[in-house]
């Protein structure tokens, strides 16, 4: 199969779009309100996970229940939505897109009715056959099953696919729809876990791409 007939979906958050620094401060708002401790990035990229949820239990040394979740998660997207407008994206995020020879989609865990005036804003839709984000009112929980119908919707076969994402929950996710992942390290994720997966780690997204374009 060659690049052309490989379909690549991107991740948003962390990959993309360059928001690891107020992702730290939300959830450090999050932590706040219910007397939590702070974490720095670094902090955060070791311990960040998904369900979210399972995270904040572990930093707050406590069970995070659903109630519990979705209130915490109110207060990280509240003021998510406040500092969103300080967020560029990563810096070779346009020419990484570009580089890609086959279709393109994106998919985040992000609200999508909020996701798709992001990107437009962005000035990236045209670039992408579907962009899909979180149709629920609490987010948090992994990626596969969103992937598994964001690949139906595109009526795209899964083992066509490499998706490209910050976490080792992106990876899950391709890998449960037969995919390929290729692991970006200037996101969410400390790089030494990202490396310490089987799957190919790139410090750029330019680099990623081209991993992505390998990939068997």
């Known amino acids: 199969m060659t690049p052309a007939d490989r379909h690549l979906v ?15 401060a939300c959830t450090n708002a999050a932590f706040a309100s219910v007397g939590g401790p702070a ?4 902090e955060h990229r070791v311990r960040f996970r998904r369900p979210i949820a399972d995270y904040y239990a572990e930093v707050l040394g406590r069970a995070v229940d659903e109630d519990a979740f979705g209130r915490l998660d109110k207060v990280f997207h509240d003021a ?6 300080t967020c560029a994206l990563a810096a070779d995020a346009r020419s990484a897109i570009a580089a890609w020879p086959g279709s393109q989609s994106l998919l985040s ?7 798709v005036p992001a990107v437009h804003t962005y000035g990236l839709t045209g670039h992408f056959t579907r962009v899909d984000g979180l149709r629920a009112d ?11 119908r964001h690949l139906a919707e595109l009526g795209v076969d899964g083992s066509s696919v490499v998706l490209i994402g910050d976490s080792l929950d992106d990876a899950d996710a391709a890998e449960a729809v037969g995919g390929r992942a290729v692991l970006y390290t200037g996101g969410f994720t400390d790089p030494t876990r990202l490396r310490a ?17 390998q990939a068997g």
Request: charged fraction near 25%; avoid cysteine.
């Open 10 to 24: 991107w991740d948003w958050n962390g990959t993309l779009l360059n928001d690891l620094t107020l992702v730290v």
């Open 39 to 42: 974490v720095t990035a670094d």
């Open 80 to 85: 998510y939505r406040v500092g969103l407008t």
């Open 109 to 115: 865990m992000w609200f999508h009715d909020e996701l």
């Open 138 to 148: 609490i987010g948090g929980d992994r990626k596969a099953e969103s992937l598994r």
């Open 197 to 213: 997966s089987r799957h190919p780690v790139a410090d750029t997204l330019t680099e990623a791409v081209h991993l992505a374009t």
